[in-house]
């Protein structure tokens, strides 16, 4: 595949069928062959939270139902995927919804009544886009000033559109083992009587390229799921927090710093941000003088597993800039880039893609790491300026955000003065801080709420 300066992505409707998630990896197969078209190619799915597909139909735990018409929103033809709505359909103001559809099981969080929405935020390039995600709202009566809300912001998945998360409705999903455990600890959350908005984020499963790591972007579709969320059930209250882990993390500090001005109608508290990702830019600078130093291993500490993550951490900048990573990497994992298309994290972690790739395979001793670093140091959230408090939560054990990584981050925004609180957790492993900080972390939201 040939890439001149930032390719953009081609979107396929497939004749406007809906695959279920028995037909995705079918799909994949089909259009990774199509390599020789320009840019990239993502795989098209569509509202696979439906269980139905057109002249099929699968196991899916997930019960259809018509898309529920909202604010004036037109009911919309069974067949039309609902991932990809028509383009002159998506314009309109941020946060609000396009359509959305009532779910049972997966993605679904038990003990709350689910919906599959599809709303309007912002993209990296600053068009509006519709961007996917799931809203899970307990039931019974509010409180009073209405459900308090949690806008949870998802852990890397991948950038391929089958990686984003509302589209798990079965062990088939690809990241199910991550996306089933966040629904565990979300359940948590609806029991303690907050509702939990998830957004996959922009261009996954949606049109348009994911902006993976990049800050504002994610920001603006964490805060437009929660409005959102109010848009579908009026019960659900202005007051929010932010709430992420790792990519999502990161998230959820550019949203403490930059969300109630994106959203000023609504009430931000604080955010929670779990193993957040801080200081890509630095580890991969590290990563490369030690494979110039023949002794790649060595800055493990700081970057921990980085090298299954860099394909996507290079598609997240593209979206914003042109990099070529030609300029940077071994001609071998060059060739590798385009596996991220079409696959999810655990896909490229694989010991046939990335994850068999020995650190010193990775980067060229005297490449330009330039045009990405300057994409990631833009995002890296240590250096945001915000007032409103921060809840820090990291494993010591992780190995995939190192601890250190997060201590360099949260002196530097203690250094500005930032109110940031920091727990650690000695044997929680990168997914375990999950459940490691739960009762901390109801604890600290909690008194965010006066509850």
């Known amino acids: 595949m040939v890439r001149i300066g930032l390719a953009l992505p081609l979107k396929i409707r497939t004749d406007r069928y809906v695959l279920g998630m028995s037909g995705i990896e079918n799909a994949r197969r089909t259009l990774s062959t199509r390599r020789r078209l320009p840019g990239r190619i993502a795989t098209v799915v569509a509202a696979t939270v439906t269980g139905v597909t057109v002249g099929a139909s699968t196991a899916s735990s997930a019960t259809a139902t018509p898309v529920m018409p909202i604010s004036g929103v037109i009911d919309e033809a069974p067949e039309q995927s609902f991932y990809l709505p028509d383009d002159d359909r998506v314009p309109g103001r941020t946060g609000s919804v396009i359509q959305l559809r009532s779910i049972t099981g997966d993605p679904g969080v038990a003990g709350a009544r689910n919906y599959l929405v599809l709303y309007r935020s912002v993209d990296p390039r600053g068009a509006t886009v519709a961007v996917s995600g799931t809203v899970a709202i307990p039931e019974g009566t509010p409180p009073p000033g209405g459900w308090p809300l949690i806008s949870w912001a998802h852990g890397t998945t991948g950038v391929s559109d089958i990686c984003a998360p509302s589209m798990d409705t079965s062990e088939e999903y690809p990241a199910h083992d991550y996306t089933s455990l966040v629904r565990r600890v979300q359940a948590k959350w609806v029991a303690a009587g907050y509702a939990v908005a998830q957004t996959d984020y922009q261009g996954l499963g949606t049109q348009g390229s994911h902006g993976y790591l990049i800050g504002n972007a994610e920001q603006r579709a964490v805060t437009d799921m929660a409005r959102a969320a109010r848009e579908i059930d009026n019960r659900i209250g202005t007051r929010w927090v932010a709430m992420g882990h790792s990519q999502g993390g990161q998230a959820a500090i550019f949203a403490d710093a930059q969300a109630q001005q994106w959203a000023p109608e609504l009430e931000?508290?604080?955010?929670?941000?779990?193993?957040?990702?801080?200081?890509?830019?630095?580890?991969?600078?590290?990563?490369?003088?030690?494979?110039?130093?023949?002794?790649?291993?060595?800055?493990?500490?700081?970057?921990?597993?980085?090298?299954?993550?860099?394909?996507?951490?290079?598609r997240g900048a593209q979206t914003v800039h042109?990099?070529?990573?030609?300029?940077?990497?071994?001609?071998?994992?060059?060739?590798?880039?385009?596996?991220?298309?079409?696959?999810?994290?655990?896909?490229?972690?694989?010991?046939?893609?990335?994850?068999?790739?020995?650190?010193?395979?990775?980067?060229?001793?005297?490449?330009?790491?330039?045009?990405?670093?300057?994409?990631?140091?833009?995002?890296?959230?240590?250096?945001?300026?915000?007032?409103?408090?921060?809840?820090?939560?990291?494993?010591?054990?992780?190995?995939?955000?190192?601890?250190?990584?997060?201590?360099?981050?949260?002196?530097?925004?203690?250094?500005?003065?930032?109110?940031?609180?920091?727990r650690g957790y000695p044997e929680a492993d990168h997914r375990g801080v999950l459940d490691a900080s739960f009762e901390d972390a109801l604890d600290w939201v909690n008194t965010r709420f006066g509850r």
Request: charged content about 15%.
């Open 268 to 314: 931000l508290l604080g955010a929670v941000a779990l193993a957040p990702a801080s200081h890509q830019g630095l580890g991969l600078q590290a990563a490369q003088a030690a494979t110039s130093a023949g002794s790649a291993n060595s800055a493990s500490s700081f970057t921990g597993g980085a090298t299954s993550f860099l394909p996507l951490i290079i």
């Open 322 to 422: 042109a990099v070529d990573p030609a300029r940077f990497l071994t001609p071998r994992a060059d060739s590798m880039v385009a596996l991220a298309d079409t696959g999810c994290i655990g896909q490229l972690r694989r010991p046939d893609q990335w994850g068999g790739l020995e650190a010193g395979e990775v980067f060229s001793p005297n490449g330009d790491l330039t045009a990405l670093t300057r994409v990631l140091n833009e995002n890296d959230p240590s250096t945001l300026a915000f007032t409103q408090p921060l809840l820090v939560l990291q494993g010591r054990a992780d190995t995939t955000v190192p601890a250190l990584a997060t201590d360099a981050m949260v002196a530097q925004q203690r250094m500005g003065g930032r109110p940031v609180q920091y």
